[in-house]
């Protein structure tokens, strides 16, 4: 399944899931590729977000041309790396 969504006025945010018997067929490549396409032909921004720990979904990004534009640690747990001072 692949989809954008609106989260912005003219920025697209795409999006992709692959069933596990589909995978490593370059399916996710292709479609994301061709959503990219099409939302450009439309005048819209397209943006892919991934986390930073799905390797799969980063090398489908780099693929079609994304590369990282911001980070964000909104899953990550900082909290056993503070120390009391800083708390």
């Excluded at 994304?66 to 120390?83: L, M």
Aim: proline share 6%; net charge positive; aromatic share 14%.
């Amino acid at each position: 399944m692949a989809g954008a969504c609106d989260p912005w006025a003219m920025i697209r945010q795409l999006g992709i899931t692959v069933l596990p018997e589909y995978r490593r067929y370059g399916l996710a490549t292709y479609l994301i590729n061709c959503m990219t396409w099409e939302l450009l032909q439309r005048g819209y921004v397209p943006t892919y977000d991934v986390d930073a720990c799905n390797l799969a979904s980063q090398r489908v990004a780099y693929r079609v041309g994304y590369y990282p534009a911001w980070i964000t640690d909104r899953h990550c747990d900082f909290k056993s790396y503070e120390t009391p001072q800083n708390r």
